[in-house]
């Protein structure tokens, strides 16, 4: 591949990221996601976060002042808002996802319309379109949209709305997350300013290699196998649950699942029991946003990291622990 590789590759990258990868993928984001994506819109980031901070920094610097994010999420994602000068307003959500409603008033907004995170309803169709026709920069976290499996995933909302709305993704969950790689889909209304944040993106070797990837149809076919795995390992979470009477909640999708419990307290007591036994759980109180009501309480059980050996020891685990 180096020895194929055009000259300018060794030198400086453009801040917008290796024009071939731009290429392959706008066209992969529309034929798998939906996304109405010219390679000249298109900005490459050093994953989810850099595309994150490189887009408040942005609407920052446009006059922008409020961001809109929902009651749960990435507590480093509302912290790289904030970094950047924007006042966090939360969003209730409910099993129809965000109230997109009380965004009323913000300059932008933060979804996860595809799988919220980490509650992982689907964005209703009703406020798909309300988020379509709201008045402010929506900014679409499509961290896993590629993994559904019950069904054909929900396109982008970026589709219904491709002057307003940022679309960004990653390979964290298709790869690895040690290769940094992440893109934005940008209005050209927004470009100018996202491009003028941007110092020297990752690394030109690794987005060539992606753009050939994605060209031989390899992404592809290891999102497949990827997919067919993560199912694999949802359906044996669920049905080692469902034998002790309990369900995962949430739409079967991504790299976690949601067990709702009835009490604050009894999330932190197995919490602290699973910690006993060598088993990390987070509890949804981690993800809840300053300010937004504790209306609800449950583990977040990510069944994506442990390796396949460790995977059957773990669920075994997690059984004992809520079993006491």
Do not use: N
């Not at 690794?206 to 993560?230: H, K, N, V």
């Amino acid at each position: 591949m180096l020895t194929a590789a055009p000259r300018q590759l060794l030198d400086y990258p453009d801040p917008r990221g290796l024009e071939q990868l731009r290429v392959a993928l706008a066209g992969y984001l529309a034929r798998v996601r939906g996304v109405v994506a010219d390679p000249g819109h298109i900005v490459i980031c050093a994953g989810f976060a850099h595309g994150l901070a490189v887009t408040c920094a942005a609407l920052r610097s446009s006059g922008a002042a409020t961001l809109a994010v929902e009651a749960y999420g990435h507590q480093a994602h509302r912290g790289l808002a904030q970094v950047q000068g924007l006042r966090l307003r939360p969003l209730p959500v409910d099993g129809h996802g965000a109230l997109i409603g009380d965004a009323a008033g913000a300059d932008a907004a933060l979804l996860t319309p595809a799988h919220q995170f980490p509650l992982g309803v689907t964005l209703h169709p009703q406020r798909r379109r309300e988020a379509a026709r709201w008045g402010g920069v929506v900014i679409e976290d499509d961290y896993d949209g590629e993994f559904r499996y019950d069904r054909q995933p929900v396109g982008a909302l970026q589709a219904l709305a491709p002057d307003h709305v940022i679309y960004a993704g990653t390979v964290s969950k298709s790869l690895v997350p040690a290769l940094r790689l992440g893109w934005l889909v940008v209005p050209p209304r927004l470009l100018d300013a996202v491009a003028a944040q941007l110092t020297a993106g990752p690394s030109g070797l690794d987005q060539l290699t992606l753009a050939e990837f994605i060209d031989s149809g390899g992404y592809d076919r290891q999102i497949r196998r990827a997919r067919l795995a993560y199912r694999r390992r949802r359906d044996r979470l669920a049905a080692a649950l469902h034998r002790q009477g309990r369900h995962v909640t949430g739409i079967a999708a991504g790299l976690h699942a949601v067990l709702e419990l009835p009490q604050a307290d009894i999330e932190r007591q197995l919490i602290a029991r699973a910690r006993q036994r060598g088993l990390a759980l987070v509890g949804l109180d981690s993800f809840r946003a300053p300010g937004a009501g504790a209306d609800r309480a449950g583990l977040v059980i990510g069944y994506g990291h442990p390796p396949e050996h460790a995977y059957t020891t773990a669920l075994a685990r997690l059984c004992a622990v809520l079993d006491r």
